[in-house]
C-alpha cells in the first residue's frame, strides 16, 4: 500500500534540491540587507530566474539523452518532441516589370516612364532600348512600326530617337496604371486623349516638357530627338504629378510541360520581316532585320529580350490624317482574344491572348488553357496585324 506521506515527502525533496541549487549558484540573501531592497551596485547579480530555469532545463536535457541511450526502442516509439521555430526568409523585392530582383534590394519608387522611338531604317541604330523594362511594337500607318519603350527599375542615359504619339499608346499602357508619357509631339486629336481627365498618361512630351528634349546634331531631323529617364523624371517633377512604381501586367514562373523548341521566330510586318534568334550561351533572343540586319544599338550591342511575346491583332483605319499624305492614323483591336505566342528559354508556347477590358493586363494561355509565365527579364511585345505570317523553326 502506498503511504500517504509519500507525496509530502516527494514535495519536501523538490524543495530542498531547488533551496540547494539555489545556494549553489550562490543566491544567498544579502548579509548588510537581509531583508532589505537588493544592492544598487552596479554588477548584476550572479543567480536570476532565468539561470535557475536554464539549470532546471540542463537537468532535464541530460535525463532524456540518459533515457535515450538506455532505451532506445521506447524512444523510436514515443519519440520526445521537438520545438522547432520557424525562421521565415525575407521575400526579396522584384521589378514589376521584369520580375526581377531589384536593384539595392527596393524598387524605386517613382512611376514608370514610356517613350516613342521610330523604328525606321533612317532612325537605327536607336539608343536606350536595351534598358527599357518592356518594349512594345506597334503597326501604324503606312506599313512602319514604332516603339513604345518602358522603363522603371533600370534608367537610360540616351534614348533616341523620340518620335510622335499615336491614340492606340493609351490603350496599350492602360494596364501599366499611371504612367509617365514621353513623346515629341502628335495630332490634336490624340493630345486630347493624352491630356483628357480618363488619362492615366502623365503627358512629359516635348510641349509639356521641352526642357527635356534636345537635338543630336549629328543626326537629321526629324530622326535626332533625344532626352534621358533622368530628364523626364526630372520635368515629371516640376509638373508635380504623382509617382508611384506602376503595377505588375506579366506573371513570372518556370516553363509548363506545353513548351516546343523554338531557335527562331519571323514576323513579316509590311516594312521589313523582323528575326529574333534564340542563343542559348546567353539565354537571351537577338532581334534582326530583313533589310539592316542584326538591330544594333548606337553602342554596337545587338537588341536583346528574355522573352518575345506576338499577338495578332485587327488593325482599322481612323478618321485622323496623320501627315500631309493624307495617311490615316490605325487603331488596333486590344480587347477580347486573338492568336498568341510567348518565346522563352529556347522554346515556344502558343495559345492565345485574353484581354476582357482594356484597363486588364493581357493573360496568355495555351490551347488547353494553361496560363503561360515568362522568364524573369525584358520582354519585347510585338503587335502584329491578323494576317501577317508568322514562322517558328526549332
Not at 42 to 54: E, G, L, N, Y
Not at 74 to 97: D, G
Not at 355 to 374: A, K, Q, S, W
Request: charged content about 20%.
Amino acid at each position: 500500500m502506498r503511504s500517504p506521506h509519500r507525496g509530502r515527502r516527494v514535495a519536501a525533496a523538490v524543495a530542498a534540491s531547488a533551496i540547494a541549487l539555489l545556494g549553489a549558484c550562490g543566491s544567498q540573501p544579502s548579509a548588510q540587507h537581509p531583508t532589505g531592497p537588493p544592492s544598487t551596485s552596479t554588477t548584476a547579480p550572479t543567480t536570476t530566474t532565468s539561470t535557475v530555469r536554464r539549470h532546471v532545463h540542463e537537468r532535464k536535457r541530460r535525463h532524456h539523452l540518459e533515457r535515450v541511450r538506455r532505451h532506445p526502442e521506447r524512444e523510436r516509439k514515443h519519440p520526445h518532441p521537438v520545438h522547432v521555430h520557424a525562421v521565415t526568409a525575407p521575400r526579396p523585392a522584384l521589378c514589376p516589370l521584369t520580375g526581377e530582383r531589384a536593384p539595392g534590394g527596393h524598387v524605386p519608387q517613382r512611376a514608370a516612364v514610356a517613350v516613342k522611338v521610330e523604328n525606321l531604317p533612317a532612325a537605327r541604330p536607336q539608343f536606350g532600348l536595351d534598358k527599357a523594362d518592356i518594349v512594345f511594337e506597334e503597326p501604324v500607318e503606312g506599313g512602319i512600326t514604332r516603339f513604345i519603350a518602358v522603363f522603371q527599375c533600370r534608367t537610360a542615359a540616351r534614348i533616341e530617337p523620340v518620335r510622335s504619339a499615336r491614340l492606340v499608346d493609351a490603350q496599350i499602357l492602360e494596364p501599366l496604371g499611371r504612367i509617365l508619357f514621353a513623346y515629341s509631339g502628335a495630332i490634336q486629336p490624340v493630345i486630347n486623349e493624352v491630356d483628357s481627365r480618363r488619362s492615366l498618361l502623365d503627358d512629359v512630351g516635348g510641349y509639356m516638357a521641352p526642357n527635356a528634349y534636345w537635338r543630336d546634331p549629328d543626326r537629321y531631323e526629324p530622326h535626332n530627338l533625344e532626352t534621358t529617364t533622368a530628364a523626364l523624371y526630372a520635368a515629371a517633377a516640376q509638373l508635380h504629378y504623382r509617382e508611384k512604381p506602376p503595377v505588375a501586367i506579366f506573371s513570372y514562373g518556370r516553363t509548363s510541360p506545353g513548351a516546343t523548341p523554338a531557335s527562331v521566330v519571323n514576323i513579316d510586318y509590311p516594312i521589313d520581316v523582323t528575326t529574333w534568334t534564340w542563343h542559348r550561351d546567353t539565354g537571351l533572343w537577338y532581334r534582326s532585320y530583313s533589310d539592316t540586319g542584326p538591330a544594333l544599338l548606337g553602342d554596337g550591342t545587338q537588341i536583346a529580350a528574355s522573352n518575345v511575346i506576338v499577338m495578332l491583332v485587327r488593325e482599322w483605319p481612323t478618321p485622323y490624317p496623320e501627315d500631309i499624305t493624307g495617311a490615316l492614323e490605325n487603331e488596333l483591336t486590344l480587347k477580347g482574344s486573338g492568336p498568341a505566342w510567348v518565346f522563352r528559354d529556347g522554346a515556344q508556347f502558343y495559345g492565345k491572348w485574353e484581354r476582357p477590358l482594356l484597363d486588364h493586363p493581357t493573360v496568355f494561355v495555351e490551347t488547353n488553357g494553361t496560363r503561360i509565365t515568362l522568364t524573369p527579364g525584358n520582354t519585347w511585345e510585338e503587335l502584329v496585324p491578323d494576317g501577317r505570317s508568322i514562322s517558328v523553326k526549332p
